[in-house]
């Protein structure tokens, strides 16, 4: 089976707006998304890195779901408890993970001091 190609409007917006060429595939798609994500961790304020990061496994209608629980803080029996965000990834649905968008998850965990649940969903194709 040949790797899925992209639809042609998408694929038409990522060459506008990636210097790196074009992207004519879920594969290649995929890589530039984690590229670019990366890099932008590398520049994150330390100030933003949760105290803590674990990747937990929660059961779901067709198999096991991997999640990653960041948390602002250190639990303690005298903490607040704390709201809890659910956090999909963008990607539409194809392209990111919770290693992409890891950066987007850290902000919101420690700027709105909340616990991050974010899931690593099942991709199409």
Same mark, same amino acid.
């Given at each position: 089976?040949?790797?899925?190609?992209?639809d042609?409007?998408?694929? #038409?917006?990522? /060459?506008?707006?990636?210097?790196? %060429?074009?992207? *004519?595939?879920v594969?290649?798609?995929?890589?530039?998304?984690?590229?670019?994500?990366f890099?932008?961790?590398?520049?994150?304020?330390?100030?933003?890195?949760?105290v803590?990061?674990?990747?937990?496994q929660?059961?779901?209608?067709?198999?096991?779901? #991997?999640?990653r /629980?960041?948390?602002?803080?250190? %639990?303690?029996? *005298?903490?607040?408890?704390?709201?809890?965000?659910?956090?999909?990834?963008?990607?539409?649905?194809?392209?990111?993970?919770?290693?992409?968008?890891?950066?987007?998850a850290?902000?919101?965990?420690?700027?709105?001091?909340?616990?991050?649940?974010?899931?690593?969903?099942?991709?199409?194709?």
């Amino acid at each position: 089976m040949s790797e899925p190609t992209i639809d042609p409007d998408v694929a #038409s917006w990522q /060459v506008r707006t990636s210097p790196n %060429g074009e992207l *004519t595939s879920v594969a290649d798609a995929r890589e530039h998304s984690r590229v670019v994500n990366f890099e932008a961790h590398a520049q994150m304020s330390q100030a933003l890195i949760p105290v803590s990061e674990t990747d937990e496994q929660i059961p779901g209608p067709a198999g096991p779901l #991997s999640v990653r /629980v960041l948390r602002p803080t250190q %639990g303690s029996p *005298t903490d607040q408890p704390r709201p809890t965000v659910v956090y999909f990834h963008g990607g539409g649905w194809v392209v990111g993970d919770v290693d992409t968008h890891l950066g987007h998850a850290r902000r919101i965990c420690m700027q709105v001091d909340a616990v991050v649940v974010s899931v690593d969903y099942r991709r199409a194709p």
